[in-house]
């Protein structure tokens, strides 16, 4: 049998820089199945064969004969269907295995790395070759490295939940499935309000997850003013009030002179003698003038500092705009990575709340 050799594959060693180093996709596998495989049984003691009636496992072995065939053949796709339908008959890690193989030359990355993880669930034994297995842990492996988990969450009734272009799911509720590593767009729409979109990229082994939120756009509405001292125009138009006010008891003052004014010169013309010139009724007279004066010039500011005061007001008049969903802080996004060294293993997380 054949065997595909992986080259390049180096878990736990080197230096810090080749673990940081982009690993290579999964090469194409050139490994064929085997003209005599069989289906490991070892009776109900196998937890792969627990449950599973001889009929069921024949049929299945037979499908797996079939897909096999397909597979040295490289009819990958109609191969694939015979393992698919094997497996709903027995669920077996070596149909998983095979299918995995015929995935992989399909670019279906996904379902190749889901079936390989079925494939080594139970070890060596029902691939009944160490080097199957070795070659499984290994696609695993590399697989992984091309693959990321999402979890996308909407509570907005109604709403319609979109991954990269197709509908998941209408909110309120959640959607999880696993993607290509790269970047993806997550969008949340609805009659009335924002739509939402996202477009992060999601790294190799990220569990990443968001919670995809909608406002109308009154909510995303937001003001400001030219400059924060809203009291000054309002000032400046009171302190016109009061100028003005001030205008009108000067001008109530001069018309109390030249009452006073005319009063005297009545009295003086009382005995048809007239009224002599005396400074007290010049200055009388001139005091009426002078308070008349300011009087209009108290007007005059007043009314100025009024105009000015209300155009000041306009300019600095709450003007409205609009700010993005994510500004308002409430969004929830985390992707959790994994992170193997030479010494250990761990996690990265990242995320805002």
């Given at each position: 049998m054949?065997?595909?050799?992986?080259?390049?594959?180096?878990?736990?060693?080197?230096t810090?820089?080749a673990?940081?180093a982009p690993?290579?996709?999964p090469?194409?596998?050139n490994?064929?199945?085997?003209?005599?495989?069989s289906l490991q049984?070892?009776?109900d003691?196998r937890p792969?064969?627990q449950?599973?009636s001889?009929p069921e496992?024949?049929q299945?072995?037979k499908?797996?004969?079939d897909?096999n065939?397909?597979?040295?053949?490289g009819?990958?796709?109609k191969?694939?269907d015979?393992?698919r339908?094997a497996?709903?008959h027995?669920?077996?890690?070596a149909?998983?295995?095979?299918l995995?193989?015929?995935?992989?030359?399909?670019?279906?990355?996904?379902?190749?790395?889901?079936?390989?993880?079925a494939?080594?669930?139970?070890?060596?034994a029902?691939?009944?070759s160490?080097?199957?297995?070795d070659n499984?842990?290994q696609?695993?492996?590399?697989?992984?490295?091309?693959?990321?988990?999402v979890?996308?969450a909407c509570?907005?009734p109604g709403a319609k939940?979109s991954?990269?272009?197709?509908e998941?799911?209408?909110a309120?509720?959640?959607f999880?499935?696993?993607?290509?590593?790269g970047?993806h767009?997550?969008?949340?729409e609805?009659?009335?309000?924002?739509?939402?979109?996202?477009?992060?990229y999601?790294?190799?082994g990220?569990k990443?997850?968001?919670?995809?939120?909608?406002y109308?756009a009154?909510?995303?509405t937001?003001y400001?003013?030219?400059?924060d001292?809203?009291w000054?125009p309002?000032a400046?138009?009171?302190?016109?009030?009061?100028?003005?006010g001030?205008?009108?008891l000067f001008e109530?003052?001069?018309?109390?002179?030249?009452?006073d004014?005319d009063?005297?010169?009545e009295?003086?013309?009382?005995n048809?003698?007239g009224c002599?010139?005396?400074?007290?009724l010049?200055?009388l007279r001139?005091s009426?003038?002078?308070?008349?004066?300011l009087?209009y010039?108290g007007y005059?500011?007043?009314?100025a500092?009024?105009?000015?005061?209300?155009?000041l007001?306009?300019?600095?008049?709450?003007?409205?705009?609009?700010?993005r969903?994510?500004d308002?802080?409430d969004?929830?996004?985390?992707s959790?990575?994994?992170?193997?060294?030479p010494?250990?293993?761990g996690a990265?997380?990242?995320?805002h709340?």
């Amino acid at each position: 049998m054949n065997k595909l050799i992986v080259v390049a594959l180096c878990l736990g060693v080197g230096t810090a820089a080749a673990d940081d180093a982009p690993q290579p996709p999964p090469q194409k596998p050139n490994e064929k199945a085997g003209s005599n495989e069989s289906l490991q049984n070892g009776g109900d003691v196998r937890p792969w064969a627990q449950g599973v009636s001889q009929p069921e496992q024949q049929q299945a072995l037979k499908l797996f004969h079939d897909g096999n065939v397909s597979l040295n053949d490289g009819l990958f796709a109609k191969a694939a269907d015979s393992y698919r339908e094997a497996l709903k008959h027995w669920d077996h890690p070596a149909i998983h295995y095979n299918l995995a193989l015929a995935q992989m030359n399909l670019d279906q990355t996904i379902e190749a790395y889901d079936n390989m993880q079925a494939a080594v669930k139970y070890g060596e034994a029902p691939l009944q070759s160490k080097d199957k297995f070795d070659n499984a842990k290994q696609y695993v492996v590399l697989l992984e490295k091309q693959v990321a988990s999402v979890s996308v969450a909407c509570d907005k009734p109604g709403a319609k939940v979109s991954l990269d272009g197709k509908e998941v799911f209408v909110a309120p509720g959640k959607f999880e499935t696993r993607v290509l590593t790269g970047k993806h767009q997550f969008v949340a729409e609805k009659q009335g309000y924002t739509t939402r979109i996202n477009a992060p990229y999601i790294g190799p082994g990220e569990k990443f997850r968001i919670e995809l939120k909608l406002y109308t756009a009154d909510e995303l509405t937001r003001y400001h003013r030219k400059w924060d001292a809203t009291w000054m125009p309002w000032a400046v138009m009171g302190a016109g009030v009061v100028v003005v006010g001030a205008g009108a008891l000067f001008e109530l003052s001069a018309n109390s002179s030249y009452s006073d004014y005319d009063h005297k010169v009545e009295q003086c013309n009382m005995n048809n003698a007239g009224c002599p010139s005396s400074k007290a009724l010049t200055d009388l007279r001139s005091s009426g003038d002078s308070k008349k004066t300011l009087g209009y010039v108290g007007y005059g500011v007043g009314a100025a500092a009024v105009v000015v005061g209300a155009a000041l007001a306009y300019i600095n008049r709450p003007e409205a705009y609009q700010i993005r969903a994510e500004d308002l802080g409430d969004e929830k996004q985390v992707s959790v990575t994994p992170i193997l060294t030479p010494d250990g293993a761990g996690a990265s997380i990242q995320g805002h709340f």
